[in-house]
């Protein structure tokens, strides 16, 4: 008897209504009778993919000028170009885009990238593009402006977000420019980085085109 009542408690919802009656919901359209609807990362995601792209485009940061600003203290600029994980604290991230010739490509681990010689720059920095399959940190999603951690349920969503994001660079931005063929060719590129190092950017970039 035991198994049975909760095979049914499984396998759906019973609402009571006010009357006495009974109306069964079948797993998975609960939200008919809540009006909660399941979060799906992917849909979020291509909804404002548009804007997030000509947020970051618009708030972008000439990387040359910027590099040459920060004077090896990438965090110096966070009050001017920055935009902070936790809103006053936290880790920092730049949204920058600058043109340069691919030195490497480098595919043998999961989190590939290529190095960049940055046009109009000479300093010590090593300029590396991510081009996956894995994409590290969250600077995409953290800078963006269009949207914050206050729009999600929970942390879950808040990441969920930051990888549907990186999907989709991987799919519409990188995969698309054959990062494979693109040892010694010049890239235009606009991204963002988070500022861990004074040595060395990763950016993950959300347009790339190949002069």
């Given at each position: 008897?035991?198994?049975?009542?909760?095979?049914?408690?499984?396998?759906?919802v019973?609402?009571?209504?006010?009357?006495?009656c009974?109306?069964?919901?079948k797993?998975?359209?609960?939200?008919?009778l809540?009006?909660?609807?399941?979060?799906?990362?992917?849909?979020?995601?291509?909804?404002?993919?548009?804007?997030a792209?000509?947020?970051i485009?618009?708030?972008?940061?000439?990387l040359?000028?910027?590099?040459?600003?920060?004077?090896?203290?990438?965090?110096?600029?966070?009050?001017?170009?920055?935009?902070?994980?936790?809103?006053t604290s936290?880790?920092?991230?730049?949204?920058?885009?600058?043109t340069?010739?691919v030195?490497?490509v480098?595919?043998?681990k999961?989190a590939?990238y290529?190095?960049?010689?940055?046009?109009?720059?000479?300093?010590p920095e090593v300029i590396?593009?991510?081009?996956?399959?894995?994409?590290?940190?969250?600077?995409?999603?953290?800078?963006?402006d269009?949207?914050?951690?206050?729009?999600y349920t929970?942390?879950e969503?808040w990441?969920?977000?930051?990888?549907?994001?990186?999907?989709?660079?991987?799919?519409?931005?990188?995969?698309a420019?054959?990062?494979?063929?693109?040892?010694?060719?010049?890239?235009?590129?606009?991204?963002t980085?988070?500022?861990?190092?004074?040595d060395?950017l990763?950016?993950?970039?959300?347009?790339?085109?190949?002069?």
């Open positions: 008897m035991k198994k049975r009542l909760l095979a049914l408690a499984v396998t759906a019973l609402a009571v209504s006010a009357t006495g009974v109306k069964v919901v797993i998975g359209e609960e939200g008919a809540t009006g909660k609807v399941e979060f799906n990362a992917g849909d979020s995601v291509s909804g404002l993919w548009e804007e792209k000509v947020n485009e618009e708030k972008a940061v000439e040359p000028a910027f590099l040459q600003e920060a004077g090896g203290d990438l965090k110096s600029l966070a009050d001017k170009y920055g935009k902070y994980s936790m809103g936290g880790s920092i991230s730049y949204a920058v885009k600058g340069g010739v030195e490497e480098n595919q043998e999961k590939g290529m190095t960049v010689k940055l046009d109009g720059y000479d300093g590396k593009i991510q081009i996956g399959s894995i994409y590290k940190g969250s600077s995409t999603r953290d800078t963006l269009i949207i914050d951690y206050g729009n929970n942390q969503e990441a969920a977000v930051s990888q549907e994001l990186h999907n989709k660079i991987d799919t519409d931005v990188i995969q420019a054959d990062p494979a063929g693109l040892s010694g060719k010049t890239i235009t590129f606009t991204g980085f988070t500022a861990e190092s004074n060395e990763l950016i993950t970039a959300v347009q790339l085109d190949v002069q």
